[in-house]
């Protein structure tokens, strides 16, 4: 990994609303909509967030019918994949994290035609 671009990856780690996102899509991926549900936040700071994160590389993004799903971007060297691993396992102890799990475990996914599906939450 290039100095410049751990330190863009860096800089995008250094927002509350970054790292939780982070966290949550250690889990499980995810769309604005749930992400805003489960964070409190408006669509638009959200998908502004994402961008950013998008941008350095640090989560994937996947069309769906109107949909847009995010999901942590696998790492494609060891000193991205250091970095991620010390966001969602040395911060998966803050009480924000804990409460933004219970919240994720809550949330009921639906398709556009109501039907339910199976999202299991990945144990880190």
């Known amino acids: 990994m290039r100095i410049k671009k751990a330190r863009q990856m860096l800089k995008s780690f250094a927002d509350d609303t970054r790292l939780r996102v982070i966290n949550l899509l250690s889990k499980r991926r995810l769309n604005v909509t749930e992400l805003c549900e489960i964070l409190g936040a408006s669509q638009s700071s959200l998908s502004k967030h994402l961008a950013r994160l998008r941008l350095t590389g640090v ?9 847009v799903y995010y999901s942590l971007r696998i790492p494609d060297d ?7 691993d010390a966001i969602t396992g040395g911060l998966s102890e ?5 409460r933004d799990f219970e919240k994720l475990k809550g949330l009921k996914k639906t398709r556009v035609n109501g039907e339910k599906l199976n999202m299991e939450v990945r144990n880190v």
């Open 78 to 84: 060891k000193a991205h994949k250091e970095l991620i």
């Open 94 to 98: 803050l009480e924000a994290f804990k």
């Open 59 to 67: 989560v994937n993004d996947q069309r769906e019918g109107l949909n």
